[in-house]
Protein backbone atom coordinates (compact mmCIF):
# COMPACT_ATOMS: atom_id res chain seq x y z
CA UNK A 1 0.00 0.00 0.00
CA UNK A 2 1.32 3.50 -0.70
CA UNK A 3 2.15 5.72 1.90
CA UNK A 4 0.40 8.94 2.10
CA UNK A 5 3.71 10.93 2.58
CA UNK A 6 6.94 11.34 0.61
CA UNK A 7 9.22 13.45 1.93
CA UNK A 8 11.65 14.10 -0.62
CA UNK A 9 15.00 15.78 0.95
CA UNK A 10 17.71 16.69 -1.53
CA UNK A 11 21.35 17.27 -0.86
CA UNK A 12 24.68 18.33 -2.09
CA UNK A 13 26.94 18.52 0.36
CA UNK A 14 24.78 19.06 3.51
CA UNK A 15 26.67 16.60 5.73
CA UNK A 16 26.88 19.43 8.55
CA UNK A 17 22.88 19.77 8.71
CA UNK A 18 21.18 16.66 7.29
CA UNK A 19 21.73 14.61 10.69
CA UNK A 20 19.43 16.91 12.32
CA UNK A 21 16.98 17.66 9.29
CA UNK A 22 16.78 13.66 9.18
CA UNK A 23 15.94 12.97 12.44
CA UNK A 24 13.00 15.59 12.56
CA UNK A 25 11.30 13.77 9.40
CA UNK A 26 11.79 10.45 11.53
CA UNK A 27 10.57 11.90 14.59
CA UNK A 28 7.59 12.83 12.72
CA UNK A 29 3.80 11.73 14.91
CA UNK A 30 2.57 10.77 11.52
CA UNK A 31 4.07 7.35 10.67
CA UNK A 32 2.48 6.74 7.42
CA UNK A 33 5.38 8.08 5.32
CA UNK A 34 8.48 6.90 3.34
CA UNK A 35 11.51 9.65 3.29
CA UNK A 36 13.96 9.64 0.56
CA UNK A 37 16.77 11.34 0.79
CA UNK A 38 18.60 12.41 -3.07
CA UNK A 39 22.20 12.64 -2.49
CA UNK A 40 23.01 15.16 -5.77
CA UNK A 41 26.63 13.89 -6.12
CA UNK A 42 28.31 14.95 -2.57
CA UNK A 43 31.99 15.47 -1.91
CA UNK A 44 31.28 15.23 2.08
CA UNK A 45 30.46 12.81 4.29
CA UNK A 46 26.97 12.84 3.20
CA UNK A 47 26.46 9.06 2.09
CA UNK A 48 27.98 7.94 5.75
CA UNK A 49 25.72 9.94 7.82
CA UNK A 50 22.85 8.82 6.11
CA UNK A 51 24.04 5.25 6.89
CA UNK A 52 24.74 6.04 10.29
CA UNK A 53 21.13 7.36 10.94
CA UNK A 54 19.82 4.60 9.00
CA UNK A 55 21.27 1.60 10.77
CA UNK A 56 20.08 3.53 13.99
CA UNK A 57 16.32 3.46 12.62
CA UNK A 58 15.87 0.31 11.60
CA UNK A 59 12.12 -0.36 10.44
CA UNK A 60 11.94 3.02 9.23
CA UNK A 61 11.34 3.25 5.73
CA UNK A 62 14.41 5.44 4.69
CA UNK A 63 15.77 5.74 1.49
CA UNK A 64 18.91 6.76 -0.47
CA UNK A 65 19.20 7.82 -3.80
CA UNK A 66 22.49 8.36 -5.69
CA UNK A 67 22.90 10.77 -8.74
CA UNK A 68 26.27 12.66 -10.50
CA UNK A 69 25.52 16.50 -9.29
CA UNK A 70 22.87 17.61 -11.65
CA UNK A 71 20.94 20.64 -9.27
CA UNK A 72 18.20 21.38 -6.99
CA UNK A 73 15.67 20.79 -9.32
CA UNK A 74 17.15 18.04 -10.91
CA UNK A 75 17.09 16.09 -7.11
CA UNK A 76 13.63 17.01 -6.57
CA UNK A 77 12.68 15.73 -9.61
CA UNK A 78 14.54 12.82 -8.90
CA UNK A 79 13.12 12.04 -5.31
CA UNK A 80 9.83 12.30 -6.68
CA UNK A 81 10.25 9.78 -9.34
CA UNK A 82 11.33 7.79 -6.85
CA UNK A 83 8.73 8.36 -4.48
CA UNK A 84 5.46 6.07 -4.15
CA UNK A 85 3.40 8.17 -1.75
CA UNK A 86 -0.12 10.37 -2.55
CA UNK A 87 2.25 14.17 -1.85
CA UNK A 88 5.51 15.24 -1.88
CA UNK A 89 6.33 16.98 1.41
CA UNK A 90 9.39 18.54 0.33
CA UNK A 91 12.20 19.19 2.58
CA UNK A 92 15.35 20.93 2.46
CA UNK A 93 18.56 19.58 3.82
CA UNK A 94 19.35 22.13 6.39
CA UNK A 95 15.59 22.82 7.58
CA UNK A 96 13.77 20.89 10.01
CA UNK A 97 10.08 20.21 11.06
CA UNK A 98 8.50 19.71 14.70
CA UNK A 99 7.38 16.02 15.25
CA UNK A 100 3.34 17.14 14.40
CA UNK A 101 4.26 18.47 10.57
CA UNK A 102 2.62 16.22 9.18
CA UNK A 103 0.06 15.35 11.12
CA UNK A 104 -1.26 18.80 10.75
CA UNK A 105 -0.38 18.39 7.46
CA UNK A 106 -2.76 15.46 6.74
CA UNK A 107 -5.62 16.99 8.92
CA UNK A 108 -5.09 19.97 6.38
CA UNK A 109 -5.66 18.02 3.34
CA UNK A 110 -8.72 15.83 4.78
CA UNK A 111 -10.37 19.40 5.21
CA UNK A 112 -9.61 20.88 1.88
CA UNK A 113 -9.81 18.10 -0.71
CA UNK A 114 -9.72 20.04 -3.37
CA UNK A 115 -6.01 21.30 -2.52
CA UNK A 116 -3.03 20.20 -4.91
CA UNK A 117 -0.55 22.68 -3.06
CA UNK A 118 -0.59 23.22 0.97
CA UNK A 119 1.42 25.74 2.28
CA UNK A 120 1.89 27.25 5.50
CA UNK A 121 4.42 29.81 7.48
CA UNK A 122 7.77 28.78 8.69
CA UNK A 123 9.95 29.59 11.49
CA UNK A 124 13.07 31.13 10.39
CA UNK A 125 16.10 30.50 12.65
CA UNK A 126 19.88 31.23 12.43
CA UNK A 127 22.41 34.23 12.09
CA UNK A 128 21.21 34.75 16.14
CA UNK A 129 17.75 35.58 14.92
CA UNK A 130 14.05 34.49 15.00
CA UNK A 131 11.25 35.29 13.33
CA UNK A 132 8.01 33.76 11.94
CA UNK A 133 7.18 34.68 8.44
CA UNK A 134 3.34 34.27 7.61
CA UNK A 135 1.81 33.63 4.69
CA UNK A 136 -1.01 35.47 2.49
CA UNK A 137 -4.08 33.53 1.69
CA UNK A 138 -6.02 32.64 -0.66
CA UNK A 139 -3.12 32.83 -3.31
CA UNK A 140 -3.39 33.88 -6.69
CA UNK A 141 -0.72 34.61 -9.39
CA UNK A 142 -1.48 37.89 -9.28
CA UNK A 143 -0.93 38.38 -5.69
CA UNK A 144 2.31 35.71 -5.93
CA UNK A 145 4.01 38.65 -8.44
CA UNK A 146 2.54 41.73 -6.90
CA UNK A 147 3.63 40.86 -3.09
CA UNK A 148 6.08 38.57 -0.87
CA UNK A 149 6.40 34.78 -2.17
CA UNK A 150 5.03 33.30 0.95
CA UNK A 151 5.54 29.35 -0.40
CA UNK A 152 9.01 27.77 1.19
CA UNK A 153 9.59 24.57 -0.58
CA UNK A 154 9.84 22.74 3.32
CA UNK A 155 6.51 24.49 4.18
CA UNK A 156 4.45 22.59 0.58
CA UNK A 157 2.37 19.44 0.17
CA UNK A 158 1.86 18.85 -3.22
CA UNK A 159 0.00 15.93 -5.11
CA UNK A 160 2.54 13.76 -6.26
CA UNK A 161 0.71 13.23 -10.12
CA UNK A 162 0.73 17.46 -10.10
CA UNK A 163 4.42 17.15 -9.93
CA UNK A 164 4.75 14.45 -12.37
CA UNK A 165 3.42 16.27 -14.47
CA UNK A 166 5.03 19.18 -13.91
CA UNK A 167 8.51 18.92 -12.35
CA UNK A 168 10.72 21.51 -11.48
CA UNK A 169 12.67 23.27 -14.35
CA UNK A 170 16.31 21.51 -14.21
CA UNK A 171 18.15 24.96 -16.62
CA UNK A 172 20.88 26.45 -15.02
CA UNK A 173 19.86 30.11 -15.59
CA UNK A 174 16.73 29.13 -13.30
CA UNK A 175 19.28 27.46 -10.21
CA UNK A 176 17.80 29.04 -7.55
CA UNK A 177 14.53 30.23 -8.26
CA UNK A 178 13.29 26.60 -9.61
CA UNK A 179 10.50 26.58 -6.97
CA UNK A 180 9.25 30.55 -8.09
CA UNK A 181 9.51 28.92 -11.55
CA UNK A 182 6.71 25.98 -10.43
CA UNK A 183 4.44 28.25 -9.06
CA UNK A 184 3.76 30.74 -11.61
CA UNK A 185 3.37 27.51 -13.84
CA UNK A 186 0.77 26.08 -11.53
CA UNK A 187 -0.99 28.91 -10.86
CA UNK A 188 -1.36 29.92 -14.25
CA UNK A 189 -2.73 26.28 -14.87
CA UNK A 190 -5.33 26.69 -12.01
CA UNK A 191 -4.03 24.43 -9.38
CA UNK A 192 -5.95 25.06 -6.38
CA UNK A 193 -3.28 26.19 -3.62
CA UNK A 194 -4.25 25.97 -0.17
CA UNK A 195 -2.81 27.89 3.20
CA UNK A 196 -3.06 26.64 6.54
CA UNK A 197 -1.88 28.61 9.70
CA UNK A 198 -0.09 26.49 11.53
CA UNK A 199 4.09 27.22 11.72
CA UNK A 200 5.32 23.67 11.11
CA UNK A 201 8.40 24.45 9.59
CA UNK A 202 12.04 26.08 10.80
CA UNK A 203 13.64 27.48 7.35
CA UNK A 204 17.74 27.94 8.76
CA UNK A 205 19.23 31.47 7.77
CA UNK A 206 22.81 31.29 6.48
CA UNK A 207 25.36 34.12 6.19
CA UNK A 208 26.58 35.25 2.99
CA UNK A 209 23.45 36.93 1.86
CA UNK A 210 24.46 39.91 0.40
CA UNK A 211 26.69 38.17 -1.84
CA UNK A 212 24.11 35.91 -2.84
CA UNK A 213 21.77 38.40 -3.46
CA UNK A 214 22.39 40.54 -6.91
CA UNK A 215 22.88 36.16 -7.82
CA UNK A 216 20.03 35.14 -6.84
CA UNK A 217 17.90 38.63 -8.70
CA UNK A 218 19.22 37.39 -11.72
CA UNK A 219 17.99 34.08 -11.79
CA UNK A 220 14.59 35.27 -10.45
CA UNK A 221 14.73 38.32 -13.30
CA UNK A 222 15.45 35.35 -16.32
CA UNK A 223 12.31 33.23 -14.02
CA UNK A 224 9.86 36.27 -15.09
CA UNK A 225 10.94 37.37 -17.87
CA UNK A 226 11.44 33.84 -19.83
CA UNK A 227 7.79 33.29 -18.16
CA UNK A 228 6.40 36.55 -19.68
CA UNK A 229 7.83 35.63 -22.84
CA UNK A 230 5.88 32.53 -22.82
CA UNK A 231 2.14 34.01 -22.08
CA UNK A 232 1.91 32.71 -18.67
CA UNK A 233 1.39 36.46 -17.40
CA UNK A 234 0.72 39.61 -18.71
CA UNK A 235 3.20 42.88 -19.18
CA UNK A 236 1.43 44.45 -16.23
CA UNK A 237 2.33 41.52 -13.79
CA UNK A 238 6.03 41.55 -15.01
CA UNK A 239 6.64 45.28 -14.28
CA UNK A 240 4.73 44.99 -10.82
CA UNK A 241 7.09 41.87 -9.66
CA UNK A 242 10.42 43.73 -11.12
CA UNK A 243 9.00 46.52 -9.26
CA UNK A 244 8.56 44.63 -5.75
CA UNK A 245 12.00 43.01 -6.39
CA UNK A 246 13.67 45.94 -6.22
CA UNK A 247 11.97 47.05 -3.40
CA UNK A 248 13.29 44.29 -1.40
CA UNK A 249 16.54 44.31 -2.22
CA UNK A 250 16.67 47.91 -1.57
CA UNK A 251 15.20 46.79 1.90
CA UNK A 252 17.60 44.30 2.32
CA UNK A 253 20.14 46.69 1.70
CA UNK A 254 18.57 49.67 4.32
CA UNK A 255 18.29 47.16 6.93
CA UNK A 256 22.01 46.64 6.68
CA UNK A 257 23.13 50.20 6.69
CA UNK A 258 24.81 49.71 3.01
CA UNK A 259 22.50 53.11 1.66
CA UNK A 260 24.66 53.36 -1.57
CA UNK A 261 23.08 49.93 -2.61
CA UNK A 262 19.53 50.51 -1.47
CA UNK A 263 19.19 53.93 -3.15
CA UNK A 264 20.25 52.04 -6.52
CA UNK A 265 17.19 49.39 -5.62
CA UNK A 266 15.06 51.85 -4.34
CA UNK A 267 15.02 54.31 -7.27
CA UNK A 268 14.69 51.55 -9.43
CA UNK A 269 11.55 50.03 -8.16
CA UNK A 270 9.37 53.00 -8.60
CA UNK A 271 10.64 56.72 -8.45
CA UNK A 272 6.70 57.77 -8.11
CA UNK A 273 5.49 55.58 -5.36
CA UNK A 274 4.81 57.21 -1.90
CA UNK A 275 6.03 54.26 -0.01
CA UNK A 276 9.38 54.06 -1.63
CA UNK A 277 9.69 57.81 -1.35
CA UNK A 278 9.07 57.26 2.27
CA UNK A 279 11.67 54.42 2.81
CA UNK A 280 14.25 56.61 0.21
CA UNK A 281 14.44 59.44 2.61
CA UNK A 282 14.71 57.07 6.19
CA UNK A 283 17.69 56.22 3.59
CA UNK A 284 19.37 59.15 2.92
CA UNK A 285 18.68 59.99 6.94
CA UNK A 286 20.62 57.18 7.90
CA UNK A 287 17.63 55.85 9.68
CA UNK A 288 17.61 52.20 9.19
CA UNK A 289 14.34 50.01 9.39
Known amino acids: MNPTFSVVIPVYNGAETLEETLLSALAQDFTDREIIVVNDGSTDATPELFATVKSEHPGQNLILVEQPHAGLGAARNRGIQEASG ?18 SCYEALQNM ?33 QGPNPLVPSATVLRRALLLENPFTEEERYAGAEDLHLWIR ?50 RNLEEARRRKFMEAGRFYHKRGQNQRSEFYYSAADSKSLKILGLRILNWLGVKI
Not at 86 to 103: F, Q, R, V
Open 86 to 103: HYIALLDADDIWPEAKLS
Open 113 to 145: PDCDVLYHPVHTFGLGRERSRPVNAPLTLEKLL
Open 186 to 235: LLSQGAQFRAWPDTYSYYRETGGMSSRLEEHLRKVFAVLNDLYEQDYFPK
